[in-house]
């Protein structure tokens, strides 16, 4: 099992979020400047937490996305509530997981048999909790 927490706000941008141009005629793909910034921060932080070697067989991924408070909830006093605006769970997890691939977490995010996935609100430190445990190949 490997598990951390990277200490960062996390970014609102996702992977959803590339854009294409028409060059010469032809559709080009790039990633605008947030999504590259989001990637950057990424691979800085995960680069420093990834196994010696990929972790091979089917893995569940657990993460938890801490995003600071809105100054109304702190005037409220909420603490630890579930953030239910965008970035949509699905959409801000395809980055993350391209970037541990590319880390060397793991060989192929195909691997990723199970996720959780979840997305708070909090007074502590904004951050990304990640768990990743190697499963049983036979599940009977």
């Known amino acids: 099992m490997v598990e951390f927490y990277m200490r960062m ?13 028409i060059v010469g005629g032809k559709p080009r793909f790039y990633e605008p400047e947030k999504v590259k910034a989001a990637r950057e921060s990424y691979m800085a932080l995960l680069s420093k937490r990834r196994p010696k070697k990929p972790i091979e067989g089917p893995i569940r991924l657990t993460t938890k996305w801490l995003y600071p408070l809105t100054q109304k909830e702190e005037a ?4 630890w509530c579930w953030k239910t605006s965008k970035p949509d769970t699905d959409n801000m997890i395809k980055l993350l997981k391209d970037c541990m691939t590319k880390c060397g977490y793991w060989k192929d995010d195909a691997q990723v048999v199970s996720e959780i996935t979840e997305k708070f609100r909090t007074k502590d430190e904004p951050g990304i909790y990640v ?3 190697r499963l049983q190949d036979d599940i009977h």
């Open 76 to 79: 409220s006093h909420i603490d």
């Open 9 to 21: 706000i996390p970014p609102m941008t996702t992977y959803q979020q590339h854009k294409v141009t």
């Open 131 to 133: 768990r990743i445990e």
